[in-house]
């Protein structure tokens, strides 16, 4: 059975930075691209990055580029997102998301995390 499980939310000032991780368990990693994604209290669930299996590929939500890397360690079976330059609009629970390609993870992902929450303080 997969699991994938996100970590490493929090509460930071504006301005800031924090970095996501991603464990996925239960099949091989080097199958899943992975994809972030969040969701804010009142708003639809909204993509933010992805990372193909090399990691030679990477996708980004424009409100995020630049300011957010992702990244993927294969032996560790670990994807992370780090975040920079944080706004208060970033405030969401974050999730984790894993499919075969990058165009499947971004619309349609075979396998959800339960999400960390980060919340932004202006």
């Known amino acids: 059975q997969v699991q994938v499980v996100e970590s490493g939310g929090g509460t930071v000032q504006a301005g800031g930075s924090l970095k996501l991780s991603c464990v996925v368990s239960g099949r091989a990693f080097n199958w899943f691209t992975i994809g972030w994604f969040r969701q804010a209290p009142g708003k639809e669930r909204e993509f933010v990055a992805a990372?193909?299996?090399?990691?030679?590929?990477?996708s980004y939500a424009d409100s995020v580029k630049g300011r957010f890397i992702i990244s993927r360690d294969n032996a560790k079976n670990t994807v992370f997102l780090q975040m920079n330059s944080l706004k208060p609009d970033d405030t969401a629970v974050y999730y984790c998301?894993?499919?075969?390609?990058?165009?499947?993870?971004?619309?349609?992902?075979?396998?959800w995390g339960q999400g960390t929450q980060v919340t932004v303080s202006s």
């Open positions: 998301a894993g499919g075969p390609t990058i165009a499947m993870v971004t619309t349609k992902p075979n396998y």
């Open positions: 990372i193909s299996v090399s990691g030679s590929t990477t």
